[in-house]
């Protein structure tokens, strides 16, 4: 069994009829790419999976672990171990390095938050000191409010926070390495590169296929909101797949 | 610097301890709690009875007891907006109701000072879990509106289909009794405590007063103060970090809805009557200028907007020919405030202290202010 399959997914804004049956499968361990040009869709099969609305899933299932979790909110499915780095590093920008940090790690128990001066004491996947030696430069800056930070550290810290998730066994990363500098993108794909390695699982939506092949073990081509070919990297590499994507 | 520091820091001749030093203490719990006690202590002597202060500000007693109801609703009010961002014009429909509920309580049921506040209290939070679960689907200006409907419809009902229970416009009057049935809440003391409180009534409202504030900087110095923060900067990725932000909203509004019971509540003890036009739209109006003007999301400033709101109503409006203008005066003095600091009140005298340790600065900060330089970015892009 997938840890991550959907199947014949139809996703909705409004009128438009963005993803028309999707299905992919994603096993445990894996580091799968979705790569397809602007408007395919891939941002929409982001959202499906995350649970946030808009857009409407119409038909068909996303199913974790064995478990349909299409009718799932957003905040449920966060806290069932997929994690989403979304599109636009977007944080909390008034709050500190460390306060975006913590703030995945709350309690669920109103009386618990109340009492609490501290922050961070729930579970999660990583501890703060962990991401701080994965990004050494977000401890230099933990005081700093996230607006501050330039986009590559933004990008870190938005992968950090996701990281803070408790259990995360999925990590959705919707265009990590957009609009950063050349040396930045691969520090960057290192660090999801190291994620992969201690054994999660990694969905990683990329325009920029170079970099998503370098990372990835296979992939699936989106075009129009349909899935247009998979196959490994190897495949993928060889394939002229040049109508579907912009490189 | 280290925290366990006991000893204050001398930087310069000129000041006693650190400017650090400072800003550490002064968001202290502890420091909080004593400004708010010492502010309850000295507010009436310093408004209406101290010599040469008294004589410039005119003030009196009375009012200083409703100025601190009102403030206590304007926290309640900024709970809300200040730190979640929802923007209610509807919150008289707790402020009215709970001041109904209180003297329907005492009249009907069991009249005793403390327990009315708490049932007014109460009746604002029921009315709250209800007005949330239609409002808190809406959002922005759709939420505002709707919460300005909800409270009209509570009046109207109140002064009409209800006029058996309300008493219409005549109102409900609540009896003064004992406090717990032994303290007289009219009892006037003499000496210093007669100088500085004058009445137990004072005192009554006073602790209140200081016990919402202490909830407030306990609320915004938990998690929840974080959590109320990331829902105002953006729910969709609050919903990302695995916050259920509808959870969160509704506590928010729960609290909120509360702290404007205990000030409608107060209100009905202090005026010894509950009537229908606190239940009316300009008692919202005037609770979201005092907000705005004082300083949103701060503690500080809805306490002094409240008190320049009164100032002008009560004080201002008695000078002569002047006076006829006061809402006018009010009006454009609110507008220059927020013209020049969007952070009201508050804002523009923590701004200036800032700037007094950086005299340089002041100058330059000012001229941008007024010519309309880039203050706060917007970052509520949509997640779409």
Known sequence: MSLLELDGVHAHYGPSHILRGVSMAIDEGEVVTLLGRNGAGKTTTVRSIAGTEPPEVRSGSVRFDGTDITDWPADDIAMGGIGVVPEGRRLFTELTVEENLELSTITRNWWNTVRRRGLGGGESTMAIDELYDLFPRLEERRAQQAGTLSGGEQQMLSIARTLRLPDLDLLLLDEPTEGLAPQIVTAVGDAIEEIADRGLTVLLIEQNVHEALRIADRGYVLDQGDIVYQGTTEELENEDLDEYLVV | ?384
């Open chain 2, 1 to 384: 610097m280290s925290t366990d520091n006991a000893q204050p820091d001398v930087e310069d001749e000129s000041s006693l301890i650190s400017v650090d030093a400072w800003d550490r203490i002064k968001h202290t719990e502890r420091f909080v709690f004593l400004i708010s006690v010492a502010f309850v202590l000295t507010f009436s002597y310093l408004f209406s009875r101290a010599p040469v202060i008294s004589d410039v500000t005119q003030g009196y007693h009375g009012l200083t007891v409703t100025i601190l109801i009102w403030s206590i609703f304007a926290l309640g009010f900024n709970l809300l907006l200040g730190q979640t961002g929802l923007l209610s014009f509807g919150h008289a429909m707790f402020f009215g109701t709970a001041s109904y509920a209180t003297a329907l309580f005492s009249i009907h049921v069991f009249n005793e000072p403390l327990t009315i506040v708490i049932v007014g209290m109460l009746s604002a939070i029921a009315l709250g879990a209800v007005a949330a679960v239609i409002l808190l689907r809406l959002h922005t200006v759709y939420f505002a509106i709707v919460a300005l409907a909800i409270g009209q419809f509570l009046y109207f009902l109140a002064s009409n289909p209800l006029e058996g229970i309300t008493q219409g416009i005549n109102g409900l009057e609540v009896d003064r009794t004992p406090l717990l049935g032994v303290v007289d809440l009219d009892h006037e003391y003499g000496g210093i405590l007669g100088a500085l409180v004058v009445d137990n009534l004072y005192l009554f409202v006073g602790v209140f007063f200081v016990a919402v504030v202490m909830f407030i900087t306990r609320i915004r110095k938990s998690p929840y103060g974080l959590i109320f923060k990331a829902i105002r900067e953006n729910e969709t990725r609050a919903s990302f970090v695995g916050l259920d932000v509808w959870r969160y909203k509704f506590a928010a509004f729960l609290l909120s809805a509360g702290i404007a019971g205990i000030a409608g509540a107060l209100l009905a003890v202090n005026t010894q009557f509950a009537g229908v036009e606190r239940l009316y739209w300009s008692i919202s109006g005037d609770v979201v200028v005092m907000a705005v003007l004082g300083g949103l999301g701060t503690l500080a400033g809805p306490v002094i907007g409240t008190f320049v709101w009164f100032y002008f109503k009560g004080i201002v409006n008695g000078f002569p020919t002047l006076g006829d203008y006061w809402l006018l005066m009010l009006a454009v003095s609110f507008t220059a405030v927020v013209w020049a600091y969007p952070e009201g009140i508050w804002g523009m005298i923590t701004d200036l202290t800032a700037a007094l340790r950086e005299p340089k600065t002041l100058a330059a900060k000012v001229k941008s202010r007024v010519t309309g330089g880039s203050s706060t970015e917007g970052s509520n892009g949509g997640d779409r």
